[in-house]
C-alpha cells in the first residue's frame, strides 16, 4: 500500500467544498491512489500527476510521487483553474524536492 498524504493547502481546499459527496468522491479516488490505482489521470511536466474527477465543475487533484511508497497531494482544484492550479503544483513539488 502507497501512503497519500495531504497538503494543509489541499485539506483546507476539500473542506471548503460545497457538497459532501463531492468531498467524498475525492476521498474515495485518493483511497484508490493508495493501492495503485489513480483511474482517470494525466502526468504532467515538473514531476506532478493530475487526477481527473468528473463531477460538478470538473474537479482536478495533483500529487507528486516523494518515494517509492509515498504520494504527497499538494493541490485541488477545478477545470475553470486548472492551469493556475498545475502551475502552484509545479512549484509546490520543486519545494518538496529542495
Known sequence: MIEVVESEEFRAWRGA???QRVRNQIRT???RLAFGNPGAHRVLD???VELKIDIGPGYRVYYARVTQARFYVLRGGNKQTQQRDIEAAR???RELRS
Open 17 to 19: 467544498l460545497p457538497s
Open 29 to 31: 479516488r485518493l483511497g
Open 46 to 48: 515538473g514531476g506532478i
Open 91 to 93: 512549484r509546490a513539488a
